[in-house]
């Protein structure tokens, strides 16, 4: 005879415990928003790997880690909507979990794209520093006593503070300012408006905890920060193929040229 517990693991899940994606997509707005970021994320990501090969050898590792950024957070979005929709739940732990690993990687497309230009190894450093931090600390503000919130995201605050310092007064910044590369300042430029327009969705987000500010807007969290990655995650990888296609272009334009130049007189 089997023990209770394996007799409750082998019977069958009462029919109203689970929610049909079918049917909760067409009621549920933010079940809705797991379901569809999963896709585009995954989509980006494939996109991304395919298009690889038709981007200058300068943007192959800023593009591949465009795609596993896509593709991480596509995997725990898989597993963020399951709960979602089978416990009615915020899947705070699997979301930290992917912003620990997407943000630092986002962070480390800033030092991508200066490396060739001269960017010292402690500019990445500061970066995943400050990328971490903010995660580490905004997570106990949102799993840690609710009163402590506004402290733990404050104190968060500080390792974005790093980010937007060295992205746009820092090193990196200086070495911007000085590249020929126009491509590559352009990335750069509309990268750093992602961090500090973009990722102000994120302080909106966290807000709406109790005994914040945005606590009587009753704002849904998931909702929120379900925008935030797709727009940011999809929107950082599709400037830098937008600028590693543009730079195809340009080669492939003076290569052109050259091959007339070669070409004698008729």
Not at 69 to 83: D, H, L, T
Request: aromatic share 18%; with cysteine.
């Amino acid at each position: 005879m089997l023990p209770p517990l394996l007799l409750q693991l082998a019977a069958s899940p009462p029919a109203s415990s689970l929610r049909p994606y079918y049917l909760a997509l067409n009621t549920d707005l933010v079940g809705g928003t797991f379901f569809y970021s999963m896709f585009a994320l995954f989509g980006g990501a494939l996109f991304l790997f395919l298009e690889r090969g038709n981007v200058p050898r300068r943007w192959h590792a800023s593009m591949t880690l465009a795609g596993i950024i896509c593709f991480v957070a596509g995997v725990n979005y898989y597993y963020m909507q399951g709960m979602y929709f089978n416990t009615g739940m915020g899947p705070t732990r699997f979301r930290y979990v992917d912003w620990l690993f997407t943000v630092p990687m986002m962070c480390a497309q800033f030092y991508l794209l200066m490396r060739p230009a001269g960017a010292q190894l402690g500019s990445l450093v500061r970066l995943l520093v400050g990328g971490i931090w903010m995660i580490v600390f905004g997570y106990f503000g949102e799993t840690r006593d609710a009163y402590w919130a506004i402290v733990w995201g404050a104190v968060s605050t500080l390792g974005y503070l790093m980010i937007i310092y060295e992205v746009w007064f820092g090193a990196l910044a200086r070495l911007a300012n000085q590249s020929s590369d126009v491509q590559v300042v352009r990335a750069f430029t509309r990268l750093s408006y992602f961090i500090l327009i973009g990722w102000a969705v994120y302080p909106l987000g966290y807000m709406t905890l109790p005994f914040n500010v945005f606590e009587a807007l009753h704002l849904n969290r998931n909702l929120i920060y379900n925008f935030g990655d797709v727009i940011n995650k999809l929107g950082f990888a599709l400037v830098i193929y937008d600028m590693a296609r543009k730079a195809a272009r340009l080669k492939k334009a003076k290569k052109q040229a050259a091959k007339r130049e070669l070409q004698p007189f008729a």
